[in-house]
């Protein structure tokens, strides 16, 4: 084996087919009546494994999503020129234009399956709070004040949650996301950049 080669199978590949098996199960078992140990099994994977890709059940829901916000802290560090609202407006719709049509994120859609909300709320939560505080550490570092900033943090990523969902509610018709995210936006950095 050369020293470049790796074992297993690809990170991205496992954590694909354990959501992959998932979903499938959720849909023939439904979310409460699937097991962590079947979703492994069905994957071809051991219990442990599934812990090495998500913290639980509800996280496989954000794979789409988690890829995309990761790249958030990258893009607001290349708009660090622009005025910091403009900035963070900019860095969100660079994210968004991941998604369109052929490319919808399951939390954003399918979240039905889990029948009961309260733990991929939970999940959605803490997702919003590590984005917030990216985002207020970003809008701080502009010398806006902590609280300030803190509140246009949270100002700025609820607009965008809720042009998520709407675009997400669309259907068929949702067209790219971007656009939608940047129209829900400007508002709401117009009004903290005055």
Request: charged share 20%; net charge negative; hydrophobic share 45%.
């Amino acid at each position: 084996m050369s020293p470049t080669s790796t074992r297993g199978r690809p990170l991205v590949s496992s954590r694909e087919m354990l959501q992959e098996a998932a979903f499938e199960l959720f849909l023939e078992n439904t979310y409460a009546r699937t097991s962590i140990d079947q979703i492994a099994q069905r994957a071809g994977v051991s219990r442990a494994t599934f812990f090495n890709y998500f913290p639980g059940k509800s996280d496989v829901f954000w794979v789409d999503l988690d890829e995309s916000l990761e790249q958030l802290g990258p893009r607001l560090a290349s708009h660090t020129r622009s005025p910091v609202m403009t900035a963070v407006v900019d860095a969100l719709t660079d994210v968004a234009s991941d998604f369109g049509p052929s490319r919808v994120p399951w939390a954003l859609t399918q979240y039905t399956l889990i029948g009961s909300v309260h733990e991929l709320q939970a999940s959605a939560m803490s997702r919003l709070a590590a984005q917030a505080r990216l985002v207020t550490s970003f809008i701080a570092g502009h010398g806006v004040p902590d609280q300030a900033a803190r509140a246009a943090a949270y100002a700025i990523l609820g607009a965008a949650v809720a042009a998520a969902q709407d675009w997400a509610a669309a259907g068929t018709s949702r067209g790219e996301l971007a656009p939608r995210l940047r129209e829900a936006l400007e508002p709401v950095a117009t009004g903290f950049a005055s």
